[in-house]
């Protein structure tokens, strides 16, 4: 057997409570496979565990750890309550992997505020020197504020890194995810920078507008936020050189949903829409599917394993709507759920091709 097939195997009789037979396949497969995961050496450590196989349970919890487990999504406070296996609790071995974890956590802290900081203080600046005339746009990210509504909202300009051109320059107004979970606007968030969509501007030259929602005020509650979206392009015009006819709106998932508010309004600045694992329901407004015809296309892109919007919504809205919308157009993907385009392999499998179609770009 292989080591995918191994571990598969081994995953299910762990699953099974076949603790020996597991082990066995674990086994098996650590000497066959020099790219073991940490949490491949986090299941192997149950199901030694679970035989009393004390040593090589901490053995592979050590691996683990060496890899990176226990530094993200509260892992740490699992291993450290250590409920499902506590006659690990107590070992000398086992406390000193936890205080290894705890330095990098620690460690991951410092560093993030430090990047963090460094980054808020080069967008503001940016926002303030950057120059926008037409013989000098200044690339990178720059910050700045709009108050056209009842919240100040904070939104990025984002210039890529390949050389663009005045006379067809093409811009992206694009809405986040993860709005309802999100408690503030993260615009001083470091990693919003690894962001897909800025990775996609520098491969193909466009200008990307990248506003922040949050739970209390974003597209998926209040309406006023969506209309904040066109204050802030009509403000952006203000500052650089966008063509009228090349400026375009999407988003991923709650920004994906939002996308369909604007593509069935009558008037917008944008001349086409698309969407990541967006969702064909509104909470703020019903969809006016007529109005999505061909001459401002919709472009949705949803993951067939997607766990949050499921396929087969999607798909019965698709087939009942299409023939209204005639300008909307759907594709799945086959594999990467709900944050398929966040897939290491999505950039250039997947979303570089895609915007060279939906941008009309050779």
Known sequence: MTYSQLMQSASTKLTSHEYASALRDFSQAFKQHDSIGKYDYANAMVAAYKLDSIQLALNWFSKGVELGLGLSNGEYEYFNN???????????????????????????????????????????????????NNDSLSVGFSLYWNDSGTSKVPYLVYLPKKSISIKNLKTIVFLHGGVVSTPEFSYQESAISSEPIFKVADSLGFIVIYPFGKKSYGWVNQKEAFYQILDIVEEIKGKYPLVDQEIYLGGMSNGGTATFWFASQSKTPFKSFFTFSGNC??????????????????????????????????????????????????????????????????????????????????
């Open 281 to 362: 329901e509104l909470k703020v407004d019903t969809i006016d599917w007529k109005k999505i015809d061909a001459s401002r296309s919709l472009y949705s892109v949803n993951a067939i394993d997607d766990n949050v919007f499921p396929k087969d919504n999607i798909q019965r809205y698709y087939s009942e709507k299409s023939v209204i919308a005639q300008g909307w157009h759907l594709e799945m993907v086959k594999s990467g759920g709900h944050g398929f385009i966040y897939d290491p392999t999505a950039l250039n499998l997947f979303l570089i091709p895609f915007f060279k179609r939906f941008l009309n770009i050779n």
């Open 82 to 132: 250590a409920s499902d296996f506590p006659g690990l609790k107590d070992q000398p071995h086992y406390q000193a992997s936890l205080v290894q974890i705890s330095e990098k956590l620690n460690n991951q802290k410092s560093d993030k505020a430090l990047k963090d900081k460094q980054w808020f203080q080069m967008i503001e600046r940016n926002g303030e020197n950057v120059k926008h």
